[in-house]
């Protein structure tokens, strides 16, 4: 099976650990992860701000990029719902590759059916399940199941998990302070369970709690859960 | 019309709107409080129906239905209602409706009028177009009862006084309800609650013209609906001789059997009860049992043109629950009153522009009003896909022209493989000065776009490792 890896514009920019991640954990469980360099945004901030003509040729380029892959894999729910999901109605012709997209999870659980990646991370972890996974491609606890199985890993539930942490993409900077309200109650749960790291599906999100649990000043981290499950125990 | 601003009509930006509420500390309190009890009780009721997905399938289908062949439907309903014995008007707009209203209360030489709760008439701003015509209009609804009291407006379109706590509702009552019994009066609810019965109980006994709206119109049989939890509407569907309903075309069900799917969905989803104690249908004229002046005002006030939309127009499926309110995590932030319209919250969003046109005031900021987080279409129980709606407007409402440019400037970037990485390179250069000032990776001040960001959070900068780099590398 040919795994084409889609790395989204946020990672390359600002996490190129979690692309990483991606291509460690698949090349341990034996599959080959191709990186097509020509890959940039799959266009969803212009899409949700409304430039859905300025999105177009980002979804035709996405289209033509990946038309040769068995299978996409995002480390991004949201960058995930928005390919499978609004790319079959943006543009037709890119059904076939929207289809084949899918966030790490799915990837792992469904395609290649395996929730113990081998992974190794002694440390106590809480989980946010961001929107787009949650209510989009309806990711359910495939997530959960793969951090479950990872060795050491204490996983804490967090406190009104569901609730959005108010990143929105734009939103976040067009409508700043409720963005900022939603944050501090999302910052706050996250505290309270003394987790050292909160994870997701998506560093977009992960970035907003992040910057709101340092301007806080409270301990926890943010941290893709691949890198989590990338993690292994060292050789003795 | 009066000089009052339109209720449908935001004066302010949302984001300047939503400012103002969030520095109301008590607001968020009596918020947060509020729509986390209604949100569990729905959730609750909800998750005890085997069917609820088919209900709301249903739901969904039967209103698109409606949609499909409204005119038909409105011909048929007017018919019904008419050999029944009520007399049907259409009104184009706010303005006609108020008009014909006035006009009905007049003719009885009533200056007095009880109203059942209604959505409609407060788009339409009735109340007020009533005081100019001499005519006081009671609200007997015990929260439009005291938002009346309190001179101000509703936030939230089930519960108007969800803004208010029990202690600021006895100081209202105490200041503003007319023979108050102080002595009796604590903030305890069943003391608030009889305070308002007394109040209402001498009104509905002495006013002889009631205004309703309905929640459902039977198009098969002429019937109107009003589904309620107080018994306060009963009270004025039943007791007074003339009986006025403003209706929205959009509330137009085909048939009898069809309210069996609404009235499974509409209780659940807005007070999270299994059933509503109180559901009221009503005829026509039945001679010597209720009201024998029956009139129904079918509104229209920019319905019409929205049907033209194969995306939009689903928002007139709405049933006016406020699931979405209660569930939204900006409404539980910020309240109705940020929304500058009778109908806040998401489905507020998506509606206020439509029916106006979002040239309409600030209508244009609403459809921004939310993170795409999904949780209003989750929790609607007629399938309103409220984001992609909101997507929708945003794309074809008015935009900043330097927000253009800037997008288009991206875009332009986006599909150039070699000026993206070019781009890539670029950002992480220019982040480099601030790698001096951060402090575990994060930096807490940057300049403008990002400000907007660092006013409220610190913000990651990019490492200086990329990707690209390391899958050369290997």
Same mark, same amino acid.
């Given at each position: 099976?040919?795994?084409?890896?889609?790395?989204?514009?946020?990672?390359?920019?600002?996490?190129?650990?979690?692309?990483?991640?991606?291509?460690?954990?698949?090349?341990?469980?034996?599959?080959?992860?191709?990186?097509?360099? @020509?890959?940039?945004?799959?266009?969803?901030?212009?899409?949700?701000?409304?430039?859905?003509?300025?999105?177009?040729?980002?979804?035709?380029?996405?289209?033509? =990029?990946?038309?040769?892959?068995? @299978?996409?894999? =995002?480390?991004?729910?949201?960058?995930?719902?928005?390919?499978?999901?609004?790319?079959?109605?943006?543009?037709?012709?890119?059904?076939?590759?929207?289809?084949?997209?899918?966030?790490?999870?799915?990837?792992?659980?469904?395609?290649?059916?395996?929730?113990?990646?081998?992974?190794?991370?002694?440390?106590?972890?809480?989980?946010?399940?961001?929107?787009?996974?949650?209510?989009?491609?309806?990711?359910?606890?495939?997530?959960?199941?793969?951090?479950?199985?990872?060795?050491?890993?204490?996983?804490? !539930?967090?406190?009104?998990?569901?609730?959005?942490?108010?990143?929105?993409?734009?939103?976040?900077?067009?409508?700043?302070?409720?963005?900022?309200?939603?944050?501090?109650?999302?910052?706050?749960?996250?505290?309270?369970? &003394?987790?050292?790291?909160?994870?997701?599906?998506?560093?977009?999100?992960?970035?907003?709690?992040?910057?709101?649990?340092?301007?806080?000043?409270?301990?926890?981290?943010?941290?893709?859960?691949?890198?989590?499950?990338?993690?292994?125990?060292?050789?003795? | 019309?009066?000089?009052?601003?339109?209720?449908?009509?935001?004066?302010?930006?949302?984001?300047?709107?939503?400012?103002?509420?969030?520095?109301?500390?008590?607001?968020?309190?009596?918020?947060?409080?509020?729509?986390?009890?209604?949100?569990?009780?729905?959730?609750?009721?909800? !998750?005890?129906?085997?069917?609820?997905?088919?209900?709301?399938?249903?739901?969904?289908?039967?209103?698109?239905?409606?949609?499909?062949?409204? $005119?038909?439907?409105?011909?048929?309903?007017?018919?019904?209602?008419?050999?029944?014995?009520?007399?049907?008007?259409?009104?184009?707009?706010?303005?006609?409706?108020?008009?014909?209203?006035?006009?009905?209360?007049?003719?009885?030489?009533?200056?007095?009028?009880?109203?059942? +709760?209604?959505?409609?008439?407060?788009?339409?701003?009735?109340?007020?177009?009533?005081?100019?015509? &001499?005519?006081?209009?009671?609200?007997?609804?015990?929260?439009?009862?005291?938002?009346?009291? @309190? !001179?101000?407006?509703?936030?939230?379109?089930?519960?108007?006084?969800?803004?208010?706590?029990?202690?600021?509702?006895?100081?209202?009552?105490?200041?503003?309800?007319?023979?108050?019994?102080?002595?009796?009066?604590?903030?305890?609810?069943?003391?608030?609650?009889?305070?308002?019965?007394?109040?209402?109980?001498?009104?509905?006994?002495? =006013?002889?013209?009631?205004?309703?709206?309905?929640?459902?119109?039977?198009?098969?049989? &002429?019937? %109107?609906?009003?589904?309620?939890?107080?018994?306060?509407?009963?009270?004025?569907?039943?007791?007074?001789?003339?009986?006025?309903?403003?209706?929205?075309?959009?509330?137009?069900?085909?048939?009898?059997?069809?309210?069996?799917?609404?009235?499974?969905?509409? /209780?659940?989803?807005?007070?999270?009860?299994?059933?509503?104690?109180?559901?009221?249908?009503?005829?026509?004229? =039945? /001679?010597?049992?209720?009201?024998?002046?029956?009139?129904?005002?079918? %509104?229209?006030?920019?319905?019409?043109?929205?049907?033209?939309?194969?995306?939009?127009?689903?928002?007139?499926?709405?049933?006016?629950?406020?699931?979405?309110?209660?569930?939204?995590?900006?409404?539980?932030?910020?309240?109705?009153?940020?929304?500058?319209?009778?109908?806040?919250?998401?489905?507020?969003?998506?509606?206020?522009?439509?029916?106006?046109?979002?040239?309409?005031?600030?209508?244009?900021? %609403? $459809?921004?009003?939310?993170?795409?987080? &999904?949780?209003?279409?989750?929790?609607?129980?007629?399938?309103?896909?409220?984001?992609?709606?909101?997507?929708?407007?945003?794309?074809?409402?008015? +935009?900043?022209?330097?927000?253009?440019?800037?997008?288009?400037?991206?875009?332009?970037?986006?599909?150039? /493989?070699?000026?993206?990485?070019?781009? %890539?390179?670029?950002?992480?250069?220019?982040?480099?000065?601030?790698?001096?000032?951060?402090?575990?990776?994060?930096?807490?001040?940057? /300049?403008?776009?990002?400000?907007?960001?660092?006013?409220?959070?610190?913000?990651?900068?990019? $490492?200086?490792?990329?990707?690209?780099?390391?899958?050369?590398?290997?």
């Amino acid at each position: 099976m040919r795994i084409g890896l889609f790395l989204t514009c946020v990672n390359d920019l600002m996490f190129p650990g979690t692309g990483q991640a991606v291509v460690r954990i698949l090349e341990r469980l034996g599959h080959t992860v191709e990186f097509p360099s @020509a890959q940039t945004c799959c266009g969803q901030m212009h899409a949700n701000s409304g430039y859905l003509a300025e999105a177009l040729p980002m979804v035709r380029h996405f289209a033509d =990029t990946f038309a040769g892959y068995d @299978a996409v894999v =995002t480390p991004s729910g949201s960058c995930a719902a928005m390919v499978r999901e609004s790319y079959p109605t943006l543009l037709p012709e890119a059904a076939p590759v929207a289809t084949r997209c899918f966030e790490l999870s799915e990837l792992l659980v469904d395609v290649l059916g395996v929730t113990d990646v081998g992974a190794w991370f002694p440390h106590r972890v809480t989980y946010h399940p961001s929107c787009h996974g949650l209510r989009t491609l309806r990711l359910g606890d495939r997530p959960r199941r793969l951090l479950a199985q990872v060795r050491g890993l204490d996983l804490v !539930d967090l406190p009104q998990a569901e609730q959005c942490c108010g990143f929105g993409g734009t939103f976040a900077l067009a409508n700043a302070e409720v963005s900022v309200a939603m944050l501090a109650d999302k910052t706050a749960a996250v505290a309270a369970t &003394g987790a050292e790291y909160v994870a997701a599906t998506d560093n977009s999100c992960l970035m907003h709690i992040g910057g709101g649990l340092s301007r806080a000043g409270a301990a926890a981290r943010p941290l893709h859960y691949a890198e989590i499950l990338a993690h292994r125990e060292p050789a003795r | 019309m009066s000089s009052v601003p339109s209720p449908i009509t935001a004066a302010r930006p949302f984001p300047e709107a939503a400012r103002s509420a969030l520095a109301d500390q008590q607001l968020r309190d009596n918020l947060r409080r509020a729509t986390a009890t209604i949100r569990d009780k729905r959730q609750r009721v909800v !998750d005890e129906v085997p069917d609820w997905e088919d209900l709301r399938t249903a739901g969904a289908r039967i209103k698109d239905d409606v949609l499909a062949r409204l $005119p038909e439907l409105l011909a048929q309903f007017e018919a019904a209602a008419t050999a029944a014995g009520a007399r049907v008007h259409r009104a184009a707009d706010a303005a006609e409706a108020c008009r014909i209203v006035t006009g009905l209360v007049r003719a009885t030489g009533s200056d007095e009028v009880v109203k059942v +709760k209604s959505m409609a008439t407060q788009e339409i701003g009735l109340n007020e177009a009533l005081a100019d015509a &001499g005519v006081a209009a009671v609200e007997t609804d015990l929260a439009e009862l005291i938002v009346q009291l @309190a !001179d101000d407006t509703p936030s939230h379109i089930l519960v108007p006084a969800i803004h208010y706590n029990r202690s600021q509702i006895r100081d209202i009552f105490a200041r503003r309800m007319p023979g108050v019994d102080l002595s009796t009066l604590t903030d305890d609810p069943p003391a608030l609650a009889e305070a308002a019965r007394r109040h209402l109980r001498a009104k509905f006994l002495s =006013t002889e013209v009631a205004i309703s709206g309905a929640n459902f119109a039977v198009a098969e049989t &002429g019937t %109107l609906v009003v589904v309620e939890s107080e018994g306060n509407g009963r009270m004025c569907l039943t007791l007074p001789d003339t009986l006025i309903s403003v209706v929205g075309v959009e509330k137009i069900v085909p048939t009898f059997a069809d309210l069996g799917v609404f009235l499974q969905l509409l /209780p659940r989803s807005s007070t999270g009860e299994r059933m509503n104690p109180y559901t009221s249908m009503w005829t026509g004229v =039945t /001679p010597g049992d209720g009201p024998g002046d029956v009139h129904i005002v079918l %509104l229209d006030n920019g319905r019409t043109p929205m049907l033209a939309d194969p995306v939009g127009r689903q928002a007139l499926r709405c049933i006016r629950c406020s699931a979405c309110l209660n569930v939204c995590p900006v409404y539980e932030r910020v309240g109705g009153h940020a929304y500058g319209s009778v109908y806040p919250g998401p489905i507020g969003a998506i509606l206020t522009p439509q029916l106006t046109g979002q040239a309409a005031g600030a209508n244009h900021t %609403l $459809p921004y009003a939310s993170t795409l987080c &999904g949780a209003c279409y989750d929790a609607c129980p007629v399938k309103i896909n409220i984001p992609e709606v909101l997507v929708h407007l945003r794309a074809s409402g008015p +935009k900043p022209p330097a927000a253009r440019a800037g997008m288009r400037a991206v875009a332009r970037v986006m599909r150039r /493989p070699r000026w993206y990485r070019a781009g %890539l390179r670029l950002l992480r250069w220019a982040a480099a000065p601030w790698r001096l000032v951060a402090r575990g990776g994060q930096v807490r001040r940057l /300049p403008w776009p990002m400000s907007a960001w660092t006013a409220g959070r610190d913000a990651p900068l990019p $490492p200086r490792g990329s990707f690209r780099d390391w899958w050369a590398r290997r």
